[in-house]
């Protein structure tokens, strides 16, 4: 055979070219290890005020968005999403960011210790504002 590459041999033997392959071994390995990783941290990447929220038989909520969340500590103090907010200014701060208006929906996280008169004074004074679509978060309870 001249010029071609002989397929058949003069015994009936075959003769195969190599074939490319991807090795896809080295990309199982490390999908596994960003699996493990995304587990380990997305419990960490909640809501970053510390609070103790009452424990209930609720379900929990499904939504794809960030809520704009309310965080009432023991002590009364207010977080807006992370930050500190006076009471004084509450509705003020929440009708700068609300674009959709009173709509929007508002969970209030609080904590387990917070003053029962607390939390009805803050939800008072976003209802009597226009937001009346709050909601309260909880724990659900661990069985």
Not at 6 to 21: L, N, W
Not at 74 to 90: K, N, R
Request: charged share 20%.
């Amino acid at each position: 055979m001249a010029g071609g590459i002989d397929t058949f041999s003069g015994y009936g033997r075959r003769r195969f070219k190599p074939t490319a392959e991807i090795n896809v071994t080295p990309f199982v390995d490390v999908m596994l290890v960003l699996l493990i990783v995304f587990m380990v941290s997305a419990p960490l990447l909640t809501v970053g005020v510390e609070v103790d929220l009452p424990d209930t038989e609720a379900r929990a909520l499904m939504t794809s968005e960030e809520p704009l969340t309310l965080t009432i500590q023991a002590d009364g103090t207010l977080y807006l999403m992370e930050g500190v907010i006076p009471f004084e200014e509450l509705v003020a701060r929440l009708e700068a960011i609300v674009e959709a208006g009173s709509e929007t929906r508002i969970y209030i996280r609080a904590d387990d210790g917070a003053p029962y008169g607390e939390v009805m004074r803050v939800m008072a004074r976003m209802s009597t504002s226009g937001y009346t679509n709050i909601g309260l978060i909880t724990d659900p309870v661990q069985q």
